[in-house]
């Protein structure tokens, strides 16, 4: 089975200048702790599975 990106679009902000992201002003210009970016990429990485399944179920309906 082939799997076809056609578009992919990250945003991100890289130093003190820009918009403040939402949820973060009490931490901005600090990166997570170790534990903390696990724990984020962990997250992440079940909403992409998640998406990529929605996406797969939805293909296979038509």
């Known amino acids: 089975m082939t799997i076809e990106v056609r578009q992919m679009l990250i945003r991100s902000v890289v130093g003190n200048e820009g918009p403040d ?4 002003s009490a931490a901005r210009g600090h990166a997570p702790a170790g ?3 696990e724990r984020l990429r962990a997250q992440l990485l079940a909403e992409c599975k998640a998406w990529l399944a929605e996406q797969l179920r939805a293909r296979e309906e038509r």
């Open 35 to 37: 534990a903390e970016l």
């Open 21 to 24: 992201p939402v949820g973060m």
